[in-house]
Nanobody, 125 residues
Framework: VQLQAFGGGLVQAGDSLRLSCEASGGTFSRDTMAWFRQAPGKEREFVAASFRGGSSAHYASSVKGRFTVSRENAKNTVILQMTSLKPEDTAVYYC???????????????????WGQGTEVTVSS
């Protein structure tokens, strides 16, 4: 099983960016697909998730209203559309997949079975 994240880059504050994560080596249509991020010197933190095949979407308070998570199950792809980016959004963004995840653990790193390699997002002020 592999997850590959794409779409990172250098943008200015207020810009938008679209990250995508492609999963291969299995079927993920029923799984929870999520995005986490890790800023320099900080712990990895939850950003957003598409719960169990897309039944619901969940966001960290810091990105709610600015980021949108969606998925294309036929393509095993999860997308993070980021708008109104801020310098504090600068981080390496990781996608993750959880097979038997329950809602109360959606923000927990340990709940996820597979991780992608990360894509770097830098937002300049």
């Amino acid at each position: 099983v592999q997850l590959q994240a794409f779409g990172g880059g250098l943008v200015q504050a207020g810009d938008s960016l679209r990250l995508s994560c492609e999963a291969s080596g299995g079927t993920f249509s029923r799984d929870t697909m999520a995005w986490f991020r890790q800023a320099p010197g900080k712990e990895r933190e939850f950003v957003a998730a598409s719960f169990r095949g897309g039944s619901s979407a969940h966001y960290a308070s810091s990105v709610k209203g600015r980021f949108t998570v969606s998925r294309e199950n036929a393509k095993n792809t999860v997308i993070l559309q980021m708008t109104s980016l801020k310098p504090e959004d600068t981080a390496v963004y990781y996608c993750a997949a959880g097979r038997r995840l329950i809602l109360s653990t959606i923000g927990s790193l340990n709940a996820y079975d597979y991780w992608g390699q990360g894509t770097e997002v830098t937002v300049s002020s």
